[in-house]
């Protein structure tokens, strides 16, 4: 880990890190919101393809680095909290469908975002504390190393390699 990795490790919880991305899939549901009601059709797709790779990218952050290692010590949280991101990537694919078909509604938007909403609470319950209390110390290291990889990728304009 270089020292700019470790500064930011040291001064950022994993709670806040994934709470703040929580955050960004708000502000751009909003934005999301808006261009709907305005009937912005290039911008509902350019938003909604913003929204589902940031929600991806999340979940697979989760699923490679937090969500294991809560599988060894705590077996039915992280099943419950895998079977719920099952259901977000189904429902992320069922609403890109609906935009490529023209019916994407505000209506099932809201649905998604109010179950969306509830596996957070779920995460930020559970997940999030334990492994900043938990997490060994490589984990950890492996984690904000991927972090900052995915931040430099989309710097440059690239998705990172997975
Ligand atoms: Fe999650
Ligand atoms: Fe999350």
Redesign the pocket.
């Known amino acids: 880990m270089n020292e700019k990795n470790v500064r930011v490790a040291s001064e950022q919880t994993i709670r806040d890190h994934f709470v703040d991305e929580h955050r960004t899939f708000e502000v751009l549901f909003a934005e999301l919101l808006q261009a709907l009601s305005s009937v912005e059709q290039v911008r509902v797709a350019a938003l909604w393809s913003a929204f589902e790779s940031g929600v991806c990218s999340?979940?697979e952050a989760?699923e490679s680095f937090l969500i294991p290692p809560l599988l060894a010590e705590r077996p039915r949280e992280a099943g419950a909290?895998l079977a719920?991101?099952r259901h977000?990537r189904t429902r992320l694919g069922a609403l890109t469908k609906a935009l490529e078909s023209r019916s994407f509604g505000e209506g099932s938007v809201r649905g998604f975002i109010d179950e969306l909403r509830a596996?957070?609470r779920h995460?930020e319950a559970v997940?999030y504390i334990w492994a900043d209390e938990r997490l060994a110390q490589a984990d950890r290291e492996a984690l904000w190393e991927k972090l900052a990889d995915s931040r430099r990728e989309r710097a440059r304009g690239t998705q990172p390699s997975r």
């Open positions: 999340h979940l989760e909290l719920e991101h977000i596996h957070v995460e997940l």
